[in-house]
Each structure stands twice: as structure tokens, then as C-alpha cells.
T-cell receptor, first 109, second 113 residues
Framework: KNEVEQSPQNLTAQEGEFITINCSYSVGISALHWLQQHPGGGIVSLFMLSSGKKKHGRLIATINIQEKHSSLHITASHPRDSAVYICAVESGGGNQFYFGTGTSLTVIP | ETGVTQSPTHLIKTRGQQVTLRCSSQSGHNTVSWYQQALGQGPQFIFQYYREEENGRGNFPPRFSGLQFPNYSSELNVNALELDDSALYLC????????????FGPGTRLTVT
């Protein structure tokens, strides 16, 4: 069993839809990261959080430490949001990283 | 403020050879982490360097080794290359080791034939 599980694996949405990507983890964490990876490999850090909720533009990330679960929400989705979204957790005081396998999002105009 | 850079961008090596990949961290960052991402997979953590010392390691064999220099740039060395080492190698820098935002480089795509 992987330390980090993401769902869904693939997601297709119509432009304007509200999107939720889920991440569950089984290890103790220092922090949880949501990353965005575009075709070609470039990775951008979207959020780093260890409690509560963060918002940046149309993106919202939440974490429930007790349930070991995080969600990434995208409001009013747009084709430019099409990418792979990866959940990653820092564990062991920050010197171990575990990654989910990613959620491939396609937003159709 | 410069971002994270990696070199080379692409590299082709033969099985059994050795390779060195380089990463320059973002200005002000003292921590560099290296990741391997096979095609279609999520990244896998190789190791992390903090102030020139290895600060954590994933499940990779000893033929994967690294260095961090006083300017906090870093190298990843892989000896005795195997076909399965073909992947995108990403480095990311951050401040102070733990629970800080990671800034990723563009990656080096290694192909082993």
C-alpha cells in the first residue's frame, strides 16, 4: 500500500465546473504539498499546508490532520487548469517525502 | 532572485556508465531534494541535502549518491546505470530543511540505452 493515495486517477470536466481532487496519507506528516505538473515535466508548487485551509485565486486546499486527508478544489475550472496534480507529504521531520501517483485533469472548453 | 536550474536538460547514456546531474538552488535556499520520476509515475524521493549534509534518503540503492556544495548547489551521481534509471530527475530547493515550500527545477531527462 502506498503511503499517499490520490483519487481520482483521471478526471475530465467541462469548463466552469467545480473540481475536487482527494489525497489520503498513512504517515505522520510535517507538511503536505499540492503540486501541478504540466506536459514536459515542469512542476509548480501550489500549496504547502500543515493545518486548516489555504486559498489562492480559484484554488483551495484543505487538510484534516485527524482524518489524514487533504483536498484540492478548483472553482470555475478552465482549460488552462489541465495538468497533473500531485499530492506529496513530508514526513520524518521533513527529511522523507512520499508522493501520490497524480491526478490527470483535462478541462474541456 | 534566480529560480532553480538544472543541467543538462537531456542526456543519453549507456547501461553501466556513470552520470552526474547538476542543480543550482534558488537564491537563499539551503536545502536541495532530488526526485526520480519514471514515465507516467509520480515522483519518488531520492534524498535531501541540508547545509552540505545528507538529511534524508528514500529507497534508492547506494549507487545513487549526492553532494551539496557551500553555495548550496547540488549534484546527483548515479553509477552503473541500469535501463530502469531512465526517468526525469527533478531537484527542488527550499529554506531550512523541513516544511517549507519547494521550488522545482525543470528537470533532467535521462535515457539509458
Amino acid at each position: 500500500k502506498n503511503e499517499v493515495e490520490q483519487s481520482p486517477q483521471n478526471l475530465t470536466a467541462q469548463e466552469g465546473e467545480f473540481i475536487t481532487i482527494n489525497c489520503s496519507y498513512s504517515v505522520g506528516i510535517s507538511a503536505l504539498h499540492w503540486l501541478q505538473q504540466h506536459p514536459g515535466g515542469g512542476i509548480v508548487s501550489l500549496f504547502m499546508l500543515s493545518s486548516g485551509k489555504k486559498k489562492h485565486g480559484r484554488l483551495i486546499a484543505t487538510i484534516n490532520i485527524q482524518e489524514k486527508h487533504s483536498s484540492l478544489h478548483i472553482t470555475a475550472s478552465h482549460p488552462r487548469d489541465s495538468a497533473v496534480y500531485i499530492c506529496a507529504v513530508e514526513s520524518g521531520g521533513g527529511n522523507q517525502f512520499y508522493f501520490g501517483t497524480g491526478t490527470s485533469l483535462t478541462v474541456i472548453p | 532572485e534566480t529560480g532553480v536550474t538544472q543541467s543538462p536538460t537531456h542526456l543519453i547514456k549507456t547501461r553501466g556508465q556513470q552520470v552526474t546531474l547538476r542543480c543550482s538552488s534558488q537564491s537563499g535556499h539551503n536545502t536541495v531534494s532530488w526526485y526520480q520520476q519514471a514515465l507516467g509515475q509520480g515522483p519518488q524521493f531520492i534524498f535531501q541535502y541540508y547545509r552540505e549534509e545528507e538529511n534524508g534518503r528514500g529507497n534508492f540503492p547506494p549507487r545513487f549518491s549526492g553532494l551539496q556544495f557551500p553555495n548550496y548547489s547540488s549534484e546527483l551521481n548515479v553509477n552503473a546505470l541500469e535501463l530502469d534509471d531512465s526517468a526525469l530527475y527533478l531537484c527542488a530547493s527550499s529554506s531550512a530543511g523541513a516544511a517549507y515550500e519547494q521550488y522545482f527545477g525543470p528537470g533532467t531527462r535521462l535515457t539509458v540505452t
